[in-house]
């Protein structure tokens, strides 16, 4: 037998503009933007049986092998996996390879590398690896097996496998890795989807319908620069996600304000995107900053760190607007700056420089996962 071509596939990392922690309940709406930053996987024939993964985070690939439907990795297995940041690459394969069962067709041999660039040195910048490699990877072994999936089902797919690791998690980064550009993103309710999946089929849960779910291009701001900020501070979206529910803050008062507030920016921001106003969206920003700050105060989670304190009082020095970009904590924060005052851009990213932000050069990046 010939051995199949090579496929390569690669997907954008992400940033929130709008919207985070609230996002992640069904049907709260929130603003991402693609960026031209890149994770890479290639699917190739293996040279010889089970699936081989590897990494450029890692020294040595890891050999896993199938088992009812699994990828059997036995302890030590499984904690190189988690800790080479492939728990997502044997996610995502074993999602795609539970629909072509459905299919009537056999768990395929595989070779699976990849290649990041949403990392320096290892560590990551906040830019959504996860829900980038989880996008490439489905769309890499779908397409090596012979599937031709639609946007809209490699994003399925990818949620599919995501939740199963974590159901907290929106699906933003997924939608944005996915179609790129600036998107309007309302979550599904993820442990509907998976019971769906379960009950009905992976083939099922890809064409029923998935209520409370939006996805919606939205044009990029007008007369704006979108500059990045990276604190050099890894932070953990799941813990801190969670944290609040530790805090006992759901469902109280404070919570129900958050999302109310949030959902009136964040719609206030998607019409002045679409109208382009620029004024009007960077008042947004501003509003999503002080909200954010507000609930920190509060709950005391740690969003703002001091870097992105300082990230955001820099920009507004200027007359721009900024904020965290996710969960905060360190990770990213963003800043929409007059795209025609050079010096002010400078000004900023000199400021950021001083406070220990390392400017990122990135821009949208207008398509979504692609060869």
Request: charged share 25%.
């Amino acid at each position: 037998m010939s051995a199949r071509p090579t496929v390569v596939r690669r997907a954008p990392g992400k940033l929130f503009v709008a919207g985070e922690y609230a996002v992640v309940e069904p049907g709260n709406q929130a603003i991402l933007v693609a960026v031209d930053r890149y994770i890479t996987v290639t699917v190739a024939d293996p040279a010889e049986p089970g699936v081989l993964l590897a990494t450029d985070l890692a020294p040595r690939p890891a050999r896993c092998h199938w088992q009812d439907g699994r990828l059997a990795g036995r302890g030590p297995q499984d904690e190189r996996l988690a800790r080479e940041g492939l728990t997502h690459v044997v996610a995502a394969v074993e999602t795609v390879t539970r629909l072509l069962a459905e299919r009537g067709l056999d768990a395929p041999a595989l070779d699976v590398s990849v290649s990041s660039g949403l990392h320096d040195g290892g560590t990551k910048f906040g830019l959504g690896s996860s829900g980038a490699v989880t996008v490439a990877t489905v769309d890499a072994v779908a397409a090596f097996c012979g599937l031709d999936l639609s946007y809209d089902e490699r994003y399925r797919l990818a949620v599919l496998a995501t939740a199963g690791l974590d159901p907290k998690g929106s699906g933003g980064d997924l939608a944005a890795s996915t179609w790129g550009g600036w998107l309007a993103y309302r979550a599904p309710d993820r442990t509907a989807v998976l019971d769906l999946a379960r009950r009905a089929g992976v083939g099922e849960a890809l064409s029923a319908p998935w209520p409370g779910h939006e996805v919606r291009r939205l044009p990029p701001p007008q007369g704006l620069a979108l500059e990045v900020g990276w604190t050099g501070n890894p932070a953990s979206t799941a813990s801190l996600v969670s944290g609040l529910d530790r805090r006992t803050w759901r469902g109280s008062a404070s919570h129900r304000r958050f999302v109310e507030t949030t959902g009136d920016f964040v719609r206030a921001a998607v019409d002045a995107l679409e109208a382009g106003d620029g004024n009007g969206l960077l008042e947004q920003i501003r509003r999503a900053r002080r909200e954010l700050t507000r609930v920190d105060e509060a709950v005391g989670l740690g969003i703002f760190t001091p870097e992105l304190t300082a990230l955001c009082d820099a920009a507004e020095t200027v007359g721009g607007a900024a904020k965290p970009s996710g969960a905060g904590g360190g990770d990213c924060g963003i800043a929409l700056l007059d795209a025609e005052a050079s010096s002010d851009i400078a000004h900023v990213r000199k400021l950021w420089t001083t406070a220990g932000v390392r400017p990122l050069q990135l821009r949208p990046a207008m398509e979504g996962n692609e060869e």
